[in-house]
């Protein structure tokens, strides 16, 4: 089905509670679609070996803003604790994905704060292992495209995010917190914040059963979408893994932080009036509804 309009679109879910099937849904439904996982990303980067740091960049080469490595050895600690991985890393991860794909237009970089800025305010307590700042200054800039251009004679256009129906995306994993909306708001406006609800008990059941593909983020779960043959992808034949943060003690520590943090990234988005709730026991139970949703809003 064709989009008529941009759909910018989050997907706010307890971990397991099925975002990532919805999402390959809706792509398969609506083709010009496209998904950022940043679960994924991170995965990848991690998997990868990454650099640590990223080399340090003069303040006013922000071309190379995009190009430079996301430290995924930094965030691996962090994800295998259940933790979240710090904001200026996430930040930098999803601004050079959606420029990557041509999402995201214009010069300028994204406000990155420091430890000493109001960043330590939202920080989480499982966040101190967050290291140095990753800024390449150490210095926060308050009105994040705006600011006087020491090196140059001209102002920055600040980043622009496409409107074509083809530049409709879905985020699976970020923003997670009020901060980090606030942050993308700056980047790219979201126009539908979709809050997917499942009881807490139903998806600690799935989560046993849960296996995935590492290279393509595909996921099964051998009660519900069970791989064609078991243990192994349906599309390369690849091993099934399973991830080492769905552990039970480990998913309960991320629970409870969605839940810490979910609640203020919801009221975030009712404020801008672009919140949808959709809740069922199943995916297929969620799906429809999604469907309708988007049709309404997306393609009349
Ligand atoms: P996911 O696959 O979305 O559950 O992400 C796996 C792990 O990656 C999380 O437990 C976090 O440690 C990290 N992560 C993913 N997205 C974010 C985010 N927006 N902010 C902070 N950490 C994140």
Redesign the pocket.
């Known amino acids: 089905m064709q989009l008529k309009k941009a759909a910018r679109v989050i997907l706010v879910g307890a971990?397991g509670v099925g975002?990532?099937t919805q999402s390959e849904r809706l792509l398969r439904r609506f083709p010009q679609l496209q998904s950022i996982?940043?679960?994924?990303l991170?995965?990848k980067n991690v998997k990868n070996r990454t650099p640590l740091g990223a080399p340090p960049v003069a303040v006013d080469t922000d071309a190379s803003y995009a190009d430079r490595a996301i430290p995924g050895i930094m965030?691996e600690n962090?994800?295998k604790t259940?933790?979240?991985?710090?904001?200026d890393?996430?930040l930098r991860l999803?601004s050079s994905e959606l420029r990557n794909r041509g999402w995201l237009f214009g010069q300028g970089r994204p406000n990155v704060m420091t430890l000493s800025s109001e960043a330590t305010s939202t920080e989480m307590p499982s966040s101190r292992d967050r290291g140095p700042p990753m800024d390449d200054g150490g210095s926060l800039y308050a009105q994040p495209w705006s600011f006087d251009d020491h090196h140059h004679h001209h102002r920055r256009r600040r980043p622009q995010a496409s409107d074509d129906p083809s530049a409709s995306f879905i985020l699976?994993?970020?923003?997670?917190?009020a901060a980090?909306a606030t942050t993308l708001d700056a980047i790219v406006p979201i126009n539908l914040a979709v809050s997917v609800k499942t009881p807490f008990s139903v998806i600690l059941e799935r989560i046993a059963g849960r296996w995935v593909h590492e290279p393509s983020g595909r996921v099964y779960n051998t009660s519900f979408n069970a791989p064609r043959v078991p243990g192994r992808d349906d599309v390369t034949g690849e091993p099934l893994v399973q991830?080492p943060?769905d552990s039970e003690d480990v998913y309960r520590a991320?629970f409870a932080?969605f839940q810490e943090t979910s609640e203020p990234l919801l009221e975030h988005y009712a404020k801008k009036g672009v919140l949808l709730e959709v809740d069922g026991l199943s995916s297929d139970e969620i799906s429809p509804k999604l469907y309708g949703e988007f049709e309404k809003r997306f393609v009349r």
């Open positions: 971990p975002k990532g996982s940043t679960g994924d991170l995965r965030a962090t994800m259940g933790g979240l991985v710090a904001d890393l996430m999803i699976d994993g970020y923003p997670r917190t980090q991830r943060d991320r932080r």
